[in-house]
């Protein structure tokens, strides 16, 4: 299969944590990685592999997976984290790359 | 720190092909990384559109394949993007990045450019 499910809007309360998450059969085979994308910028990365960080991404942002399940947790959101979330992965076959339709964030 | 930085024509016209060059600075496009295009059309999500290895080993998205050419030039250390009989579909800003991992693709995009709008319009 060749699709990423990603719940298309969640919301948190400032300082709270939160948790998106990414649907797929390629997650069985292959970890995620997960982007950040304020309006008018790039994806930044913020997470890759298991669970890690690229430098200079604040430790509240954390990533897991399970099954055919990816997620990534922001321990004490803040302001700043309000933005649109992607996660992509290797398809099940390897052979291209796919990313999930987006989960946009707001930070009450 | 790498940069990327993306290239060419912001309008084309139906029917006609989309080109792009990501130039790539402090870094070498023969370095153990892959490259790829990802696109974004205007307030939807991010589409894979292909990458290629500096020796010209390329994967496409099968729902481009039949329209994409991604090909290197070491001489310049730029990749392209050809896409061909383009429809206002194809509309977006078009990113280039780079693979954080060596040898293997893995779909970690550690580095982006800045993202360019080609418009595809009469």
């Known amino acids: 299969s060749s699709e990423l499910t990603q719940d298309p809007a969640v919301s948190v309360a400032l300082g709270q944590t939160v948790r998106i998450t990414c649907q797929g059969d390629?997650?069985?085979?292959?970890?995620a990685s997960w982007y950040q994308q304020k309006p008018g910028q790039a994806p930044v990365l913020v997470i890759y592999g298991k669970n890690n960080r690229p430098s200079g991404i604040p430790d509240r942002f954390s990533g897991s997976s399970s099954g055919n399940t990816a997620s990534l947790t922001i321990t004490g959101a803040q302001a700043e984290d309000e933005a649109d979330y992607y996660c992509n992965s290797r398809d099940s076959s390897g052979n291209f790359v796919v990313f999930g339709g987006g989960t946009k964030l707001t930070v009450l | 720190q790498v940069q990327l930085q993306e290239s060419g024509p912001g309008l084309v016209k139906p029917s006609g092909t989309l080109s792009l060059t990501c130039a790539v600075s402090?870094?070498?496009?023969?370095?153990?990384?892959?490259w790829s295009w990802v696109r974004q059309p205007p307030g939807k999500g991010l589409e894979w559109i292909g990458e290629i290895y500096h020796s010209g080993s390329t994967n496409y998205n099968p729902s481009l394949k039949s329209r994409v050419t991604i090909s290197v030039d070491k001489s310049k250390n730029q990749f392209s993007l050809k896409l061909s009989s383009v429809t206002a579909a194809d509309t977006a800003v078009y990113y280039c990045?780079?693979?954080?991992?060596?040898?293997?693709?893995?779909?970690?995009?550690?580095?982006w450019g800045q993202g360019t709008l080609v418009t595809v319009s009469s």
């Open positions: 990045a780079r693979d954080l991992n060596y040898y293997d693709s893995s779909g970690y995009y550690s580095s």
């Open positions: 402090g870094g070498s496009i023969s370095s153990s990384n892959w």
């Open positions: 390629s997650l069985r085979s292959y970890y």
